[in-house]
């Protein structure tokens, strides 16, 4: 007999985790469906095994900078195969947590790939046969992938994605990356701090280029610097292994020139996991590279919703989290209006690290919409200047005589996330900031120095 539950999950990444723990809490029937490992690619593949890295190499920056400033001297060095191997059992025993909470939850975790097989009917095809389930709601949690295209397809030798990346056993000498985004730029860091001379390669003309301008600016000089090589707004015609290196190829006008280092990684950003699910015989549409489309209440269809990735609104862990809890609550009831995100916050992590919540000032102008901005730069700030790191700045975003957005580029500026959030999420004003009182010495003082300081056209 098919057992049917109040929800099925496909996924256990972030999202669909967090909506089975949730969901199973609150009384309902819940199953699990995970085709792989439970933590999807955030925790296997991704953010945590590349934040393991740059935690484990972050000393050897530091050191780097009270070197520069005449107060410290020496070597720090990383045995990056013990750290692969801390990175896979912490990646393992959270795993095994994960698993455990499901079971004491009374979630029913499959382990295999689910497919529609008609309305309100899963299978699932896991190693020892086919298991019918039967849901009153889905969710859709599958997350996302490395993407690729002809010419930038990683072949596991010497060109990798980001996952082949995250699994070498040797750190290469010498590494081209192919994207300018977070993931390549995150990765390429911890790379350079275990020794890599770095070449990055992408096809717009700034780094990071989804984020302000200034921001782009800044990391470059930063990571021009470290004696990168950085080749903006250039086509690549192809990489591929030949013998024992990477060689890239470029196009337009550097057509032929050859880029050749020990390894190269593909960080052109990731496509959706929706392919061959059976969704569209539930009505469930896919736009773009495979996006979900979802209504204001994250319906993909009657009695079937999509949260993360794959439904292409915000590819972050933490807003996948926030799309399920809401996915939850409306369920049981509880959340009768229209889906809200609230400002979503982003981080790049390394030295310099990059954080922006809510409006940029680029944005509004593209949108037709005048704003000022207020600037404060780390230079005066007491804590960057402990730790000798000092270039960077916090920026504010004004409308109306409220903050809609805060952007920081610089060391250790993602630790005022929560508090840039909670501002623009309120609208403070400049009395708001003027009477709140900010600890001292903290970095969030750039903060409040950003947001007392005049204000002008962006």
Same mark, same amino acid.
């Given at each position: 007999?098919?057992?049917?539950?109040?929800?099925?999950?496909?996924?256990?990444? %972030?999202?669909?985790?967090?909506?089975?723990?949730?969901?199973?809490?609150?009384?309902?029937?819940?199953?699990? @469906?995970?085709?792989?490992?439970?933590?999807?690619? =955030?925790?296997?593949? +991704? =953010?945590? %095994?590349?934040?393991?890295?740059?935690?484990?190499?972050?000393?050897?920056?530091?050191?780097?900078?009270?070197?520069?400033?005449?107060?410290?001297?020496?070597?720090?060095?990383?045995?990056?195969?013990?750290?692969?191997?801390?990175?896979?059992?912490?990646?393992?025993?959270?795993?095994? &947590?994960?698993?455990?909470?499901?079971?004491?939850?009374?979630?029913? /975790? /499959?382990?295999?790939?689910?497919?529609?097989?008609? !309305?309100?009917?899963?299978?699932?095809? =896991?190693?020892?046969?086919?298991?019918?389930?039967?849901?009153?709601?889905?969710?859709?949690?599958?997350?996302?992938?490395?993407?690729?295209?002809?010419?930038?397809?990683?072949?596991?030798?010497?060109?990798? #994605?980001?996952?082949?990346?995250?699994?070498? $056993?040797?750190?290469?000498?010498?590494?081209?990356?192919?994207?300018?985004?977070?993931?390549?730029?995150?990765?390429?860091?911890?790379?350079?701090?275990?020794?890599?001379?770095?070449?990055?390669?992408?096809?717009?003309?700034?780094?990071?280029?989804?984020?302000? !301008?200034?921001?782009?600016?800044?990391?470059?000089?930063?990571?021009?610097?470290?004696?990168?090589?950085?080749?903006?707004?250039?086509?690549?015609?192809?990489?591929?292994?030949?013998? #024992?290196?990477?060689?890239? $190829?470029?196009?337009?006008?550097?057509?032929?020139?050859?880029?050749?280092?020990? =390894?190269?990684?593909?960080?052109? *950003?990731?496509?959706?996991?929706?392919?061959?699910?059976?969704?569209?015989?539930? *009505?469930?549409?896919?736009?773009?590279?495979?996006?979900?489309?979802?209504?204001?209440?994250?319906?993909?269809? !009657?009695?079937?919703?999509?949260?993360?990735?794959?439904?292409?609104?915000?590819?972050?862990?933490?807003?996948?989290?926030?799309?399920?809890?809401?996915? @939850?609550?409306?369920?049981?009831?509880?959340?009768?209006?229209?889906?809200?995100?609230? %400002? @979503? %916050?982003?981080?790049?992590?390394?030295?310099?690290?990059?954080?922006?919540?809510?409006?940029?000032?680029?944005?509004?102008?593209? +949108?037709?919409? #005048?704003?000022?901005?207020?600037?404060?730069?780390?230079?005066?700030?007491?804590? &960057?200047?402990?730790? &000798?790191?000092?270039?960077?700045?916090?920026?504010?975003?004004?409308?109306?005589?409220?903050?809609?957005?805060?952007?920081?580029?610089?060391?250790?500026?993602?630790?005022? &996330?929560?508090?840039?959030?909670?501002?623009?999420?309120?609208?403070?004003?400049?009395?708001?900031?003027?009477?709140?009182?900010?600890?001292? !010495?903290?970095?969030?003082?750039?903060?409040?120095?950003?947001?007392?300081?005049?204000?002008?056209?962006?």
């Amino acid at each position: 007999m098919t057992t049917t539950y109040d929800l099925v999950v496909l996924g256990g990444g %972030p999202g669909g985790f967090d909506a089975a723990v949730e969901a199973a809490a609150a009384g309902l029937k819940t199953a699990l @469906v995970e085709a792989a490992d439970l933590g999807g690619s =955030c925790l296997n593949h +991704g =953010c945590i %095994p590349t934040k393991l890295w740059l935690g484990a190499t972050s000393a050897i920056e530091e050191l780097a900078a009270q070197t520069k400033v005449r107060v410290a001297s020496g070597e720090i060095r990383v045995d990056f195969t013990a750290l692969q191997s801390r990175k896979d059992r912490h990646i393992a025993a959270t795993r095994k &947590a994960m698993g455990s909470r499901l079971a004491q939850l009374g979630v029913d /975790l /499959l382990t295999g790939r689910g497919r529609v097989a008609g !309305p309100n009917a899963l299978e699932v095809k =896991c190693a020892d046969g086919v298991k019918p389930l039967a849901f009153r709601n889905l969710l859709v949690a599958t997350g996302s992938r490395p993407a690729a295209f002809p010419g930038l397809t990683p072949d596991g030798a010497r060109v990798l #994605d980001s996952t082949g990346f995250l699994a070498l $056993t040797a750190m290469p000498k010498s590494l081209i990356v192919v994207g300018g985004g977070f993931i390549g730029l995150e990765m390429a860091q911890a790379a350079h701090r275990l020794g890599a001379h770095i070449t990055i390669v992408d096809a717009l003309p700034r780094l990071a280029g989804l984020e302000d !301008p200034e921001v782009s600016k800044a990391l470059e000089t930063v990571f021009k610097r470290q004696g990168w090589d950085i080749r903006l707004g250039v086509k690549v015609a192809s990489v591929v292994t030949q013998d #024992d290196s990477a060689v890239l $190829t470029l196009e337009g006008e550097a057509a032929g020139e050859e880029l050749l280092a020990e =390894c190269a990684l593909v960080a052109i *950003g990731r496509r959706p996991n929706s392919a061959d699910l059976g969704l569209e015989s539930l *009505g469930v549409e896919l736009s773009g590279p495979g996006y979900i489309k979802t209504n204001e209440h994250l319906e993909a269809a !009657p009695d079937v919703y999509a949260v993360g990735d794959v439904n292409g609104r915000m590819l972050l862990a933490h807003a996948a989290s926030h799309q399920a809890h809401y996915v @939850v609550e409306r369920l049981l009831d509880q959340a009768r209006g229209a889906y809200e995100s609230g %400002p @979503v %916050p982003s981080i790049l992590y390394g030295s310099p690290e990059v954080l922006r919540v809510g409006l940029m000032a680029e944005e509004a102008k593209a +949108g037709g919409e #005048d704003v000022l901005v207020s600037r404060a730069q780390l230079i005066a700030n007491p804590i &960057a200047q402990a730790h &000798a790191a000092t270039q960077g700045f916090v920026k504010c975003v004004w409308r109306q005589g409220r903050v809609a957005g805060i952007t920081a580029v610089g060391a250790d500026v993602s630790r005022m &996330a929560v508090a840039a959030s909670l501002i623009v999420r309120a609208g403070w004003t400049r009395e708001d900031a003027a009477g709140f009182m900010f600890p001292h !010495p903290t970095l969030d003082e750039s903060l409040k120095a950003a947001l007392l300081a005049d204000k002008e056209a962006a």
